[in-house]
């Protein structure tokens, strides 16, 4: 974001001013799992129209293109043991450019709401008396696992499914409560590839079957996704050599068992036959 600071710094300072009666926003827009088609239309309308664009290190290279040259865009994705704004700076940012006036898109992967920290930030906006607006987006569990034609749910095989953060606030994850071993819920983690290993022993200490499929889904929706299958018994292993990168997620249960690779639906549209 360094190169952005000037002109970040004019907009909140600079000698340009708005209105006093010019009312500053923040719309907290998802942007879905890559495949920048999956954009709702408000999303797409909203990206054109905003003065300031602050996106996540999910959002995709295709949906970045999408906001205009004259539009600001400010990066301030995480990454795994690099944070270069802390969530507090990030909402402070949020809260200074909507009091100059501006009209802000925070542009998140996936839907804000689900594992995006939209919630935290809706909180700290309306703590501070910005106006704050959601506009959810394909939540990656959805779009990826249609993507590789997996359904979360099927009347043979899983009657529920169930996102877990596969990184929880203090690091390891922590597999509480009741249910792990139902084989008719499909378990989707987010953000688990560092603890597939943890993940895969707490299940099967939960009573998860060793030969529950999984499916480990790369850059899903993009064009060069990939999807890797094991078993909770071969997970570690999977993990270990196929070297998964960011963003990935884990599917587990009995759904998986329906992958067909060469089913696998192409991320292209589709053609206009004469």
């Known amino acids: 974001m360094t190169q952005r600071l000037p002109l970040l ?13 010019a009312q500053g926003c923040v719309w907290l827009v998802g942007a879905g799992p890559g495949d920048p088609e999956l954009l709702t239309l408000k999303a797409l309308r909203l990206i054109g129209e905003a003065d300031v664009v602050v996106y996540d290190r999910l959002v995709s290279e295709e949906i970045l293109a999408l906001i205009p040259p004259t539009t600001l865009a400010l990066d301030v994705g995480k990454t795994p043991g690099f944070h270069g704004m802390t969530q507090q700076q990030i909402s402070q940012l949020l809260i200074d450019l909507a009091r100059s006036g501006r009209q802000v898109v925070r542009l998140k992967g ?9 919630g935290e ?3 700290q906006l309306q703590t501070a008396g910005v106006p704050c607006h959601i506009v959810p987006g394909i939540t990656a569990a959805i779009g990826c696992a249609a993507a590789c034609g997996i359904p979360l749910t099927h009347r043979d095989y899983a009657q529920s499914v169930r996102f877990i953060t596969g990184h929880g606030k203090a690091g390891r994850p922590q597999l509480t409560g009741a249910g792990w071993q139902d084989a008719s819920q499909t378990l989707v983690f987010y953000m688990g590839l560092t603890w597939g290993a943890e993940l895969s022993s707490q299940l099967r200490q939960h009573g998860r079957a060793a030969d529950t499929p999984v499916a480990i889904v790369e850059r899903g929706t993009r064009r060069d996704q990939r999807v890797l299958i094991a078993s909770l018994a071969t997970l570690e292993e999977t993990l270990h050599r196929e070297q998964p990168q960011s963003p990935a997620l884990i599917i587990v249960g009995e759904v998986v068992s329906l992958y067909r690779a060469e089913a696998e639906p192409r ?3 589709m053609a206009v036959r004469n």
């Open 9 to 21: 710094n004019q907009l909140l300072n600079g000698p340009e001013e708005r209105a006093p009666s």
């Open 267 to 269: 991320m292209e549209s």
């Open 110 to 118: 996936g839907d804000p709401f689900i594992f995006g920290r939209g």
């Open 121 to 123: 930030e809706m909180q």
